[in-house]
């Protein structure tokens, strides 16, 4: 578990076409956004809320080009050193005969390298929990979190999303991080503030 | 957008030198190559190069220029809306169609009807009567589909299908320029009618392209040898020419102020289809020489044994080089196919890379040792280079430069990848 428990701002959009001026009016304003959690990925979020562009595809490379060696190194010394076959009457260094698997364990190890630095980055894994700002982020709500530091106006934040056109806000006290356990003891705002969640 | 865009100088100025080039190099070859002195195979080699390298080029270009009107087919039948900012570039090119195929035909025609069996070794009647020494039982077995008829037919016959359903389809798209905007009703039926005819021409590239027109036109010069996925290597490497060619016009069309919907977007979007289309191409390469390789067949593996030992072993791994390490390499990383320079030294190398692969599809089988990448050969190149540029030009400058009332050219706009 890492972060600690913070306070936020957290407000609701029904439309992604009132989300970008949000965000962007939000971060004008000078509010630090912690995150954004859409029910379905939005192109050009990322570039709007100035988050960098990842770096899960050098990754991704580095993890192919891993299976690639290990391909080739792992048969060609099998096939001429251990265990020297004669297949075919092929020699002994087939590499054309080698290339299908050396492309399937590139694509196995990037393929499997990348979901797991994912699951990484987003600190995502069973029995792993996270806090949910609200519940219905997951279905058809666009739910945007703003930081409070200690020279936020709590007041302040929740008029200006209200502005920008935001149906529902709230203040919430949330962990930032990763737990282990159970929602229920932890996530009480839902079960107090809406009835049927 | 409604005034016509007009040809920069400097593009008649290279046309005009293209082609004044190339037949100045078609004239030499007139000239010194004797081209209708009659040659069995390695008997008059200047003769046989002279409709080889006219074969490789003609056939190549039809090729690409064809694969424009390929991708407006294909995006038109996914209902892509991402490509209509741009979709007159392939309009403009797939124009040039009818031009090289007559070209084409020609020179095709001249070849089988002309007994030049130092090309088309399967022309020569000898082969299959019974009776003479000649006689070739595989040939013989092969006669129902490789005969001058049949090649004759079908080519005519594909040659008019791309022109006549190419045609149709711009047709659709000028005249939208003309009718003004189009309500739902109204828009749905016309994408409906492009839907329709954007079909037939994918049906029928499937029979040409897709199968029979590479067997008859490239594959038939080695007669005994045959690959069921020649024709869909054929197809990758005239496709990802195509989508590098359609790629250069964007650029060339950016540069000079026009197509003011591209962005970034668009040409990474094209950029992933010559990425994408050049490791298909490599997958092709690949499958159809492994499966030869692996197998070991005498009749199989005298293909490759040409071409991989000498002259042609170089030109063989260039092709490997050129066609699938640079664009992999150089091409995998997002800002690669945003960038407009790049994206242009990419196309050139690709369209080069692909006419090295037919120059390797065709000489081998026709010159053999005598193969040559002379001053001629690039000359019959810019030769068919300077038409392309004279056609497009020609359809660019007089039709506006953007699809302003297809229904979809929201979609475009706001494309975003």
């Known amino acids: 578990m890492a972060g600690g428990i913070k306070k936020f701002v957290v407000g609701c959009f029904e439309d992604e076409a009132v989300l970008f001026p949000a965000v962007k009016n939000v971060r004008r304003a000078g509010y630090k956004i912690h995150d954004v959690y859409t029910p379905f990925p939005v192109h050009g979020l990322d570039h709007a809320m100035g988050l960098r562009e990842t770096s899960l595809h050098t990754a991704g490379f580095i993890y192919g080009i891993t299976g690639t060696t290990t391909a080739l190194t792992c048969i060609s010394w099998i096939f001429t050193k251990d265990w020297p076959l004669n297949i075919g009457g092929k020699p002994h260094f087939a590499l054309p005969a080698w290339i299908p698997i050396t492309f399937e364990l590139t694509v196995l190890f990037a393929a499997v390298g990348m979901v797991l630095t994912f699951c990484y980055l987003c600190q995502l894994s069973p029995f792993v929990k996270k806090h949910h700002f609200h519940p219905r982020a997951t279905d058809d709500l666009f739910v945007m979190a703003i930081e409070c530091t200690e020279k936020t106006n709590e007041a302040e934040v929740t008029a200006f999303l209200e502005k920008a056109g935001a149906i529902e806000i709230n203040t919430q006290n949330a962990e930032t991080g990763w737990w282990i356990g159970r929602y229920d003891k932890v996530q009480k705002l839902y079960a107090e503030t809406e009835k049927g969640y | ?417």
């Open chain 2, 1 to 417: 957008m409604s005034k016509s865009f007009e040809l920069p100088e400097n593009y008649n100025k290279w046309t005009k030198g293209l082609i004044g080039a190339g037949l100045i190099a078609l004239l030499y070859g007139f000239i010194a190559f004797h081209p209708f002195e009659h040659a069995g195979h390695g008997e008059n080699v200047n003769s046989t190069r002279f409709w080889a390298v006219l074969l490789q080029n003609s056939v190549f270009f039809l090729l690409i220029t064809n694969a424009s009107m390929f991708f407006i087919g294909v995006t038109t039948l996914a209902m892509g809306g991402w490509q209509v900012a741009l979709k007159r570039v392939p309009e403009a090119i797939s124009s040039v169609v009818p031009v090289l195929g007559i070209i084409t035909l020609v020179i095709l025609l001249s070849i089988v009807w002309g007994g030049r069996t130092d090309i088309f070794h399967w022309i020569d009647p000898e082969l299959y009567n019974p009776a003479s020494p000649k006689f070739d039982k595989i040939l013989n077995g092969k006669k129902g589909f490789l005969n001058p008829v049949f090649f004759t037919v079908w080519s005519i016959l594909t040659v008019f299908l791309w022109w006549f359903i190419g045609q149709k389809m711009r047709s659709f798209s000028l005249q939208s320029d003309a009718n003004g905007p189009m309500d739902y009703e109204t828009g749905k039926k016309w994408i409906n009618k492009n839907i329709l005819w954007a079909s037939l021409f994918i049906v029928f590239f499937g029979l040409s392209v897709g199968s029979t027109i590479p067997w008859l036109w490239i594959m038939s010069i080695d007669a005994h040898w045959y690959s069921t996925m020649f024709s869909w290597y054929t197809f990758a490497s005239s496709f990802v020419a195509g989508m590098s060619l359609i790629a250069i016009y964007i650029v060339f069309l950016k540069n000079k102020g026009q197509l003011e919907y591209v962005t970034d977007e668009h040409l990474h979007d094209i950029g992933k289809f010559m990425f994408a289309f050049s490791v298909f191409w490599t997958y092709l390469w690949f499958s159809q020489y492994m499966l030869i390789w692996y197998a070991n067949i005498p009749e199989e593996t005298g293909y490759f044994k040409i071409r991989l030992t000498g002259p042609f072993s170089g030109i063989f791994f260039l092709n490997l080089v050129i066609n699938f390490l640079s664009p992999l390499l150089i091409f995998m990383k997002k800002s690669a196919k945003r960038n407009w320079t790049l994206v242009t030294i990419m196309a050139v190398l690709i369209i080069f890379g692909h006419w090295i692969d037919f120059w390797q599809m065709v000489m081998p089988g026709t010159v053999a040792n005598h193969a040559a990448l002379m001053p001629f050969e690039f000359g019959i190149a810019a030769l068919f280079v300077g038409i392309i540029m004279w056609r497009v030009g020609v359809f660019l400058s007089s039709h506006p430069m953007t699809a302003k009332n297809h229904p979809f050219l929201k979609e475009s706009i706001i494309h975003h990848t």
